[in-house]
């Protein structure tokens, strides 16, 4: 059913859910589950996540060069000089220019502001920078851009003009001559502050500013603005940020700007139920045509006029440009499904790179996007119109720092900049083929074990009758939902079609009507899904469970995700397998000694990986073999990796003593794999087994493989070929790679996952970690 690569389901994992949690939650028995699959485990840890009043945010100074920024700007109001806020034309660089504006006049500043247009491009162009000093301005302070400016920077320091940066976009290995640079990524990657966006990051600095000032109440006020950024650049909800969102939806929803209010009121929303939602999918595509179609500074003006009927004269172009917007997506879309249907060979590749003259550059970054949903792999789109630089826009799937792979390729770009799920760049229009084809190269590389699509996780299973919009309520208490935290996935099972309508100003989306076995009958919106394969006969349907008061009746409405066809199983008559005896020494105070006795009693084999004590006779999971008991010394990887060494073992008895290998933590397990590679250097001319590495670091092998190519970013170590589960090493050149930030954050990502199942394997009902055998008895 899907045109590239199907999408594997994870089925929900029993968690056990501890008594404080469920109590302190309450309500549905599936929001205190979930809650404890994703880590919350405690009720002062779910009270927070639940309730902003119950979060204690982090101090805006935890900000690097956040304290030197607030020094030099209170300098320049106590003097009087003017202060140029520099944002840029996105939704994020819109509203972080307001918040900074705003907060600079309420301390009395002389504040202008400048947005580049499109043609100008993101960034800080010297053009424009040397206007703007001509006019007098002393202090520059940028907003969601800067981190890359290397050259307008240093212009403006030989103009005695002091720059401050304030972005989130990916570092460069050398900084810019900043006054003062303010990026969350300078922070470690666990910090709650870490995954700001730019309006989070400048709400950060007006925030110290008003409290500096003895105005710390008004910063509240440029909450709504906040709410609106951090939800258009798809910014991660975890700590801070979904503080943030949380605390901006509320104040969103009783905002006093007449523009957002007449931007409701054309786009009929009512602002009493707004949610995260409505931003994305009705607001920021209209803010986003001002940067795309028109001028980006009239989104300011929109966000701080007190002339109402200014403010529904820009609304009502806002409209204009959406719709325009909208026809051009669809056309640009079409014309890109053309371009692969017309070449194959486009669609083979490990990235699409697409090119036309008359594609309008507003929104090729909007199709690459669908693009990248719909195949499965990164998207980029490029207008290159005759006689000018070609400028393109990327969308890139999780597993891919698309940023960091167009950064490998800098010697043909005139400009680029973005982070690891977006980008953009210029170039001239003649180089596109050899992009295309270095591109693929690295983001081949990139991607290298990670699946076309990401996993589904499945969150429960549930009936058509068992919907309601009183369930719908109870899991809505987890939102805000996005990226960290993704609304819950529910399955109901062997359903068929009963009726199908496109819908849509263009005929995009889909309505349908689904039935299940019992005769229940739901609607079903299929957003983009017009263009997609429906499913034959009976199947499975993940979805998000939302509620609707379309004409004023409120119902449940769901949100196709994903869909399996039921295969219809054969049935096979097998005899039942004889159940497995667990013995259960997980907390016993000597480990060690309880071994020792054991081994005197029984033929065992003992499974134990990492460091392991003198005296245990470990056997890693490739040595395993039948036998009769299994003694589970450390506590496997992952799930997989236990099922496997079960298959190896088919044991009538399992002993769990299930010790933590003390390997999931960054630098622990990056320090032990590279006294690894170091080893396999010295002694082995740098061959090595990936399940070898797998076995000595107590990991997964994809870990492995992704430390590894972290360790190879960095130059310490140069992988020369990585094959059939054997590797050949060679010393690194000591360079560091633009995918180094990407291959850091895949490994912590896997490291976490192993984590959280360490974690579970620890507390969970030792019967249900075993899996289901098939028939013990060997010959």
């Not at 549905?28 to 405690?42: M, Q, S």
């Not at 972080?96 to 002389?110: F, P, Q």
């Not at 995954?195 to 909450?223: C, F, I, N």
């Not at 996005?482 to 309508?501: H, K």
Request: hydrophobic share 45%; net charge negative.
């Amino acid at each position: 059913m899907n045109p590239v690569a199907e999408i594997t389901w994870l089925d929900p994992q029993p968690t056990p859910v501890p008594e404080a949690l469920r109590e302190a939650v309450g309500g549905h028995p599936l929001v205190a589950r979930t809650l404890a699959r994703r880590g919350i485990l405690t009720a002062a840890q779910a009270r927070a996540f639940l309730d902003p009043n119950a979060y204690v945010p982090a101090p805006p100074d935890d900000l690097p060069d956040l304290s030197r920024a607030v020094e030099r700007i209170e300098t320049a109001i106590t003097r009087g000089e003017r202060v140029c806020v520099w944002g840029d034309f996105d939704v994020d660089g819109e509203t972080a220019t307001t918040v900074l504006v705003e907060a600079l006049r309420a301390r009395g500043a002389d504040v202008v502001y400048h947005i580049p247009g499109r043609r100008e491009s993101h960034g800080v162009h010297r053009p424009a920078l040397e206007r703007i000093i001509a006019d007098g301005t002393q202090l520059v302070i940028t907003c969601d851009t800067g981190s890359t400016a290397h050259q307008a920077i240093a212009y403006a320091r030989t103009q005695g003009v002091d720059v401050i940066v304030t972005d989130h976009h990916d570092l460069p290995s050398t900084l810019p001559p900043a006054y003062a640079l303010i990026n969350p990524k300078r922070l470690p990657v666990d910090h709650p502050l870490r995954e700001l966006p730019g309006v989070g990051t400048a709400y950060k600095l007006a925030e110290a500013l008003y409290e500096s000032g003895g105005l710390a109440a008004q910063a509240d006020r440029a909450l709504d603005l906040v709410a609106l950024g951090v939800v258009a650049d798809v910014a991660t909800l975890t700590g801070d940020v979904r503080y943030l969102l949380q605390k901006g939806l509320q104040v969103l929803r009783r905002t006093a700007r007449l523009g957002l209010q007449t931007l409701f009121q054309s786009a009929e929303l009512n602002p009493a139920g707004l949610t995260e939602d409505h931003i994305a999918f009705v607001l920021a595509p209209r803010l986003n045509s001002l940067g795309r179609l028109a001028e980006a500074v009239l989104a300011v003006e929109l966000f701080t006029t007190n002339d109402l009927t200014r403010a529904r004269t820009i609304a009502s172009e806002v409209e204009g440009l959406n719709s325009r917007r909208q026809l051009l997506t669809k056309q640009v879309l079409d014309a890109a499904l053309a371009q692969i249907a017309h070449d194959p060979t486009l669609r083979e590749a490990s990235v699409l790179v697409l090119a036309h003259p008359t594609w309008p550059a507003g929104v090729v970054g909007i199709v690459a996007g669908r693009l990248a949903e719909r195949f499965g792999k990164p998207a980029v789109l490029i207008s290159a119109p005759p006689g000018e630089l070609a400028r393109g826009s990327a969308r890139s799937v999780p597993g891919c720092d698309i940023h960091a792979a167009i950064a490998a390729q800098a010697r043909m770009l005139h400009r680029f900049g973005g982070h690891p799920m977006a980008a953009g760049f210029s170039i001239e229009p003649e180089r596109i083929p050899e992009f295309r084809a270095a591109l693929a190269r690295t983001v081949e590389a990139m991607t290298s074990g990670v699946p076309a699509r990401p996993p589904l996780q499945v969150d429960a299973y549930l009936s058509l009758a068992d919907l309601s919009l009183d369930l719908v309520a109870q899991l809505d208490r987890l939102a805000p939902f996005g990226p960290g935290n993704p609304p819950v996935c529910l399955v109901s099972r062997n359903l068929r079609i009963a009726s199908v309508a496109t819908i849509g100003r263009t005929g995009e989306h889909r309505k349908l009507v689904i039935e299940d076995e019992a005769g229940i009958t739901q609607v079903v919106l299929w957003w983009q899904g017009a263009n997609w394969p429906l499913p034959e006969g009976s199947f499975d349907l993940a979805y998000i469970a939302r509620a609707s008061d379309y004409r004023g009746q409120p119902e449940v409405q769901l949100e196709w995700l994903d869909a399996r066809e039921v295969e219809q199983p054969s049935v096979v008559v097998r005899e039942p397998a004889p159940a497995v005896e667990v013995v259960d020494y997980r907390r016993v105070p000597n480990p060690e000694e309880q071994l020792g006795r054991l081994l005197a009693a029984d033929n065992v084999q003992v499974w134990a990986e990492g460091e392991v004590p003198r005296g245990v006779p470990a056997l890693g999971r490739d040595a395993l073999s039948a036998g009769d008991v299994l003694v589970i010394w450390s506590t496997p990887p992952g799930a997989d990796e236990m099922r496997a060494a079960m298959e190896r073992v088919s044991p009538r008895k399992v002993i769990l003593f299930a010790v933590d290998p003390g390997l999931d933590e960054p630098a622990v397990f990056l320090r032990r794999l590279a006294g690894l590679v170091r080893h396999c250097l010295r002694a082995h001319e740098g061959r090595a087994s990936l399940s070898a590495l797998a076995i000595a670091t107590a990991q997964r092998q994809e870990t492995v493989q992704a430390g590894l190519h972290w360790l190879a970013t960095r130059g310490q170590v140069r992988i020369v070929e990585d094959e059939g589960g054997q590797v050949i090493l060679a010393p690194g050149d000591g360079q560091v790679s633009a995918a180094a930030d990407h291959w850091q954050r895949r490994v912590v990502a896997l490291l976490e996952e192993t984590a959280a199942y360490r974690a579970y394997f620890a507390r969970a009902d030792a019967t249900t970690l075993i899996p289901a055998q098939a028939d013990p008895a060997r010959s």
